[in-house]
C-alpha cells in the first residue's frame, strides 16, 4: 500500500502538523505522492497545510501549459493551494541542469514565501536504480553510489524529502488506477533527459533480460551498502577530527589546524574523510572540492615535506611543524 509505504519512509507525526510544498509536475509519481499525502493528512487530521507548487519549463509549447493548468485544476478539486510559476523564456533546448536548478529555486522560494518547513519530490525506487546505475558506469566514488538520499536539508529552515524512494513505478500505476485518478502522460519535467530516457528504456530492460537475478534489487542492495559504508567512515572520521583538528574562532573559521601524526596511520580515505569533516565543520563551502583537491588535502597531511598550495575557496595549506595549517584568506 502506498500510504503505508511513505508512512515508514516519512513518518506522518513528523510533517502533519508543518507546512509542505508538494512538487507536481502531473506525472503519474508526482500525482500519486500528492492523492498519497492528502490521504495521510487526512486520516492523521493534520494540523499543517500542503501546498502544490508546478513548474511550467515551457519546453513542449500549449502541451507544457496544459500541464500547468490541469495541475492547477487538480489542487482546486483537492481543495489545495496551488503555485504555478513559469520559466522566463520558451524553448525545448535549455539545458537540463539550468533547467532543474530554475526548478529548484522555484520551489525553494515557494518554501520560503509560505514558511514551509518541507519540499517532497516523487523520485521513486525506479528513479534510485537508473541514478545508481548511471553514476557507477560514470565513475562516481562511493558517495554518489549511496543514489538519491530520502531527506536532504536545503537551509537552515527547509528540507527536501522524497517519501517515494522506496515504491516502484508499478506500485505508483496501480495506485493510481485504484483511486481511478488521472494523469498527464508526458508531464515531463523535461524532454533533454536523452541520457535518463535511454537508461530507462533501453539498457534497463535489457540488463534484466539478459542477467539472471534481479539486477534492480542488486543496484538497490550497492547503494544501501555504499550508505552503509560512508556513514561509517564519516563517524570515525567525525571521532578522529575532534582529536586532532583544531578551529579558529569564527564561523567561518579563519583557520583549521591539523595534528597530522594523530593521523599518520589512519588509511588514507580516513585522512581525507577528517579533511572534509575538519572542512566542512570550519563552515568553508564544499562546492568546488572535487576528488583531486580532497585528494592532495590528504597527500598533505601524511607529507611531511608538502609545500605551500591553495584549495578552492582561498584556502591556503601550509606545513607549520608536525600541523597542517588550512587558512581562510
Ligand atoms: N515541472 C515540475 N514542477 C514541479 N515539480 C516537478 C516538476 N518536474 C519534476 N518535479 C518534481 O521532481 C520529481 C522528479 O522529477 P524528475 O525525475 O523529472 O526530475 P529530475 O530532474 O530527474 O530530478 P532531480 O534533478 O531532482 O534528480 C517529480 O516527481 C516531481 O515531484
Known amino acids: 500500500m502506498l500510504t503505508s509505504a511513505i508512512e515508514n519512509a516519512w513518518p506522518s507525526s513528523t510533517w502533519r502538523a508543518c507546512h509542505v510544498v508538494v512538487a507536481v509536475s502531473g ?3 508526482s500525482v500519486a505522492m500528492l ?19 508546478h513548474f511550467n519549463h515551457r519546453t513542449r509549447a500549449a502541451a507544457s501549459d496544459d500541464d500547468a493548468q490541469w495541475v492547477a485544476e487538480l489542487a482546486r478539486k483537492l481543495n489545495l493551494d496551488a503555485v504555478v510559476d513559469q520559466a522566463r523564456a520558451a524553448g525545448s533546448l535549455i539545458a537540463e541542469e539550468q533547467a532543474r536548478r530554475a526548478r529548484y529555486e522555484f520551489l525553494r522560494s515557494v518554501a520560503e ?25 560514470r565513475g562516481s566514488g562511493i558517495d554518489g553510489l549511496t543514489g538519491i538520499p530520502v531527506v536532504r536539508p536545503l537551509g537552515p529552515a ?21 483511486l481511478g485518478q488521472d494523469y498527464r502522460h508526458d508531464a515531463s519535467n523535461l524532454q533533454s533527459h536523452y541520457t535518463r530516457n535511454w537508461v530507462r528504456r533501453d539498457l534497463l530492460p535489457q540488463i534484466r533480460d539478459r542477467l539472471p537475478g534481479d539486477p534492480d534489487a542488486a543496484l538497490l542492495r550497492l547503494s544501501e551498502q555504499a550508505s552503509q559504508w560512508r556513514d561509517a567512515i564519516e563517524q570515525i572520521a ?14 567561518p ?22 579533511a572534509r569533516t575538519a572542512w ?40 607549520q611543524g608536525t600541523d597542517l595549517v588550512l587558512e581562510r584568506s
Request: no cysteine; hydrophobic share 45%.
Open 27 to 29: 506525472g503519474a509519481d
Open 238 to 251: 567525525v571521532r578522529l577530527a575532534a582529536r586532532a583538528v583544531q578551529y579558529g574562532a569564527g564561523q
Open 280 to 319: 566542512r565543520q570550519a563552515g568553508w563551502g564544499e562546492q568546488a572540492m572535487g576528488m583531486t583537491e580532497w585528494q592532495r588535502l590528504a597527500a598533505a597531511v601524511v607529507d611531511d615535506s608538502a609545500s605551500t598550495f591553495v584549495l578552492p575557496g582561498s584556502i591556503s595549506v601550509r606545513r
Open 158 to 178: 527547509v528540507t527536501l524529502v522524497r517519501p517515494l524512494l522506496s515504491i516502484s513505478r508499478a506500485e505508483v500505476e496501480s495506485y493510481l488506477e485504484r
Open 113 to 137: 514565501q509560505r514558511g514551509a518547513r518541507f519540499i517532497t519530490t516523487a523520485h521513486t525506487q525506479d528513479d534510485q536504480v537508473e541514478t545508481v546505475l548511471m553514476r557507477a558506469l
Open 253 to 274: 573559521a579563519p583557520t583549521v589546524r591539523i595534528d597530522t601524526p594523530q593521523l599518520a596511520d589512519e588509511p588514507a580515505i580516513v585522512i581525507q574523510q577528517v
Open 35 to 53: 492523492r498519497a499525502l492528502v490521504r495521510i493528512h487526512q486520516q492523521t487530521r493534520g494540523k499543517g497545510q500542503l501546498t502544490v507548487a
